[in-house]
């Protein structure tokens, strides 16, 4: 079993916080092409699945060969020691940029603080460490 600083690391690694979702910004969306797989493919949004030889492989390659296109980058592009690495996950810069520089630890603190997450009160003792590492510590727009 892990112990509480491990859950949470490896929680943090592919679920965000509440109030640091970047989906539920409305910031960024998750991309798939529905003709690649099989009818009875079961996706499991996993990096594999856009390198070579996976089902989304072109589309993975699209987006590499597209960086900046349409004014979307993607911000989990490499593992830097947070979030995993997600090759499916856009941001449109335009919004992204300036919604994350609006989201300070404070506020973060604020939304945890008023909820009833599991292990809140670690999350709010490492509040500094984990919106260096989970929150801010992306691939940025080109």
């Known amino acids: 079993t892990l112990d509480e ?14 109030g640091a979702s970047r989906h539920h910004w409305g910031t960024d969306i998750d991309v798939i092409d529905r003709s690649a797989p099989p009818p009875d493919y079961a996706v499991r949004l996993m ?7 996976g089902v989304f492989e072109r589309l993975g390659r699209w987006i590499e060969a597209h960086p900046g296109r349409f004014d ?14 997600e090759p499916w996950h856009l ?3 335009p919004v992204a940029v300036p919604a994350l520089e609006a989201l300070t630890p404070d506020l973060l603190t604020e939304a945890i603080a008023d909820s009833d997450v599991l292990g809140k009160e670690r999350v709010l003792a490492e509040m500094p460490a ?9 691939s940025m727009a080109p």
């Open 130 to 138: 984990i919106y260096a590492r989970y929150v801010t510590n992306i």
């Open 47 to 53: 990096p594999d699945e856009f390198e070579a030889g």
């Open 5 to 18: 600083e491990a859950l949470l690391a490896s929680i943090l690694r592919w679920s965000a916080l509440p």
């Open 72 to 85: 979307f980058f993607r911000p989990y592009a490499a593992y830097k020691g947070g979030v995993e690495r």
């Open 91 to 93: 941001s449109y810069a």
